[in-house]
């Protein structure tokens, strides 16, 4: 995104929401992508302990 495509987006949401839901907002979408962030590392650490556990399993087998 370029900078003019962002000053555009805050313009809109300050008059669609308001300069006073500006901060709300803009708190509510950094926990979102926290919990997204998260959930991705999750999903990450899971599928690395599977597919070392498999790398084991196979290394035992040689």
Do not use: C, H, W, Y
């Not at 000053?7 to 992508?33: N, Q, T």
Request: hydrophobic residues 40%; proline residues 2%; charged residues 35%.
């Amino acid at each position: 995104m370029s900078g003019g495509e962002i000053i555009l987006i805050f313009l809109f949401i300050i008059m669609f929401f308001g300069a006073k839901k500006v901060p709300e907002i803009a708190r509510g979408m950094g926990r979102m992508l926290r919990e997204v962030k998260d959930a991705s590392n999750e999903i990450k650490r899971e599928i690395k302990e599977g597919t070392d556990s498999v790398n084991k399993d196979f290394d035992q087998e040689k």
